[in-house]
């Protein structure tokens, strides 16, 4: 991976629109001096940074995130990073850290309050136990699988037995979810993905019990016949039409929980919302949505947890991870496309050889 003493940037060229995919079209990367880390301050050199379709917010023509991102501005994303200059006390060099370092090579960060929660503000956090990748940081030991988490065991309460339908499947938050319904004892689990070849990764890989293409047609048909008792959690992450389908699929007292609806968030006029709600009456079933950031108290456990079932084999890592940060808008742009197999990672310098192995 190429090292670099100037610090590239992608700031932002353009506002993307709600029927456009995101790319470098909307970008321009430019390449400004190191910066300097002042009193208090702390020099980062960007190792990983996370995607999540939750960015395209801060890029919309609509301004509809409290904090966009403007015109110029270096594109905002969380990333995991390594000290390389540091003006803080609780901060040395060699320290792994991880925040919002921006898309970026160096990013210099107001270190003042390392203690508090890292959501939407400029503070760094030490990551305290790091090993090599150090994608489980953003992935398996991070924010996808808390979400997962939150998805599957807190809200879903998955229990033994049940059947769980996962949509976004293969996707970064959908891997982890799968693995962990299976260790919550789930009966079947289906997972559902766009293409043949996700659908044969996500059996072979993944541990589905079944896959649906949802782009092969009839959702509904393929739901009732892999669930014959109906589902018992509903793990949402696309909305819309998919939504709607799995609905009509319910068993009693189902949880449909709400992740994520990449397939309508961000079409302009909104789409009108399910029709099939009323099964949520008939079937005496509970939707929910969360938001992962709401237990940000809760993360070490999650952490505990999740490092605890991957040291006894219980859960694999699904990384895919895009080379080069000069491929950050496109990867991106992927997870609008459906071009990532796993949690979409951006590697802009190599991990530390010094680190352990996970
Ligand atoms: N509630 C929270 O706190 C929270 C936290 C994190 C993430 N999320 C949500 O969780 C979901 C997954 O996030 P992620 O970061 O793990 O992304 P991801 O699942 O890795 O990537 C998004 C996937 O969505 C699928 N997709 C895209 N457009 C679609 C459409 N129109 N219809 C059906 N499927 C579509 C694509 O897979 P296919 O090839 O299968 O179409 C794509 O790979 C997102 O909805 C995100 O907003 C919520």
Redesign the pocket.
């Given at each position: 991976m190429k090292q670099t003493n100037t610090n590239r940037q992608w700031r932002l060229k353009r506002f993307v629109g709600a029927d456009e995919i995101i790319g470098p079209q909307h970008f321009e990367l430019v390449e400004a001096p190191m910066p300097e880390p002042a009193e208090g301050q702390i020099l980062v050199r960007t190792l990983l940074l996370g995607?999540?379709?939750?960015q395209r917010m801060y890029i919309s023509e609509e301004r509809q995130f409290h904090t966009p991102v403007e015109i110029g501005e270096i594109m905002r994303g969380r990333g995991v990073g390594q000290v390389v200059a540091s003006h803080h006390p609780h901060f040395a060099v060699g320290d792994i850290v991880q925040g919002a370092l921006g898309w970026q090579d160096y990013a210099v960060l107001d270190a003042a309050a390392p203690e508090l929660s890292d959501h939407n503000t400029g503070a760094v956090r030490k990551v305290l136990e790091p090993v090599r990748p150090l994608t489980t940081v953003l992935g398996l030991f991070g924010?996808?699988a808390f979400?997962a988490y939150v998805g599957i065991i807190e809200i879903g309460q998955v229990r033994r037995g049940d059947t769980v339908v996962i949509s976004?499947a293969?996707?970064?938050?959908?891997t982890i979810a799968c693995q962990l319904a299976r260790i919550q004892g789930a009966k079947r689990i289906i997972g559902i993905?766009?293409?043949a070849e996700?659908c044969a990764w996500l059996r072979e890989q993944a541990l589905c019990d079944v896959a649906i293409d949802?782009r092969a047609g009839d959702l509904l048909g393929a739901l009732q016949q892999a669930c014959p008792d109906g589902i018992d959690v509903y793990l949402d992450?696309?909305g819309g039409d998919?939504l709607d389908t799995a609905l009509q699929c319910l068993a009693l007292n189902a949880r449909v929980v709400l992740?994520?609806?990449?397939?309508t968030e961000y079409q302009r006029p909104r789409p009108p919302g399910p029709t099939h709600y009323f099964n949520l009456l008939y079937r005496r079933s509970r939707m929910e949505g969360?938001?992962?950031?709401d237990y940000v108290e809760r993360w070490p456990e999650f952490e505990r947890a999740l490092r605890q079932w991957y040291s006894e084999g219980q859960l694999r890592v699904f990384d895919d991870v895009a080379e080069g940060l000069e491929h950050a808008p496109a990867a991106l742009g992927s997870?609008?496309s459906?071009g990532?197999m796993g949690?979409?990672i951006i590697r802009v310098s190599d991990d530390p050889a010094e680190l352990p192995m996970a």
């Open positions: 995607t999540s379709p939750a924010q996808l979400s976004a293969a996707g970064g938050v959908g993905a766009g293409g996700k949802y992450s696309v998919m992740c994520g609806m990449i397939s969360f938001f992962v950031f997870l609008f459906g990532n949690g979409r």
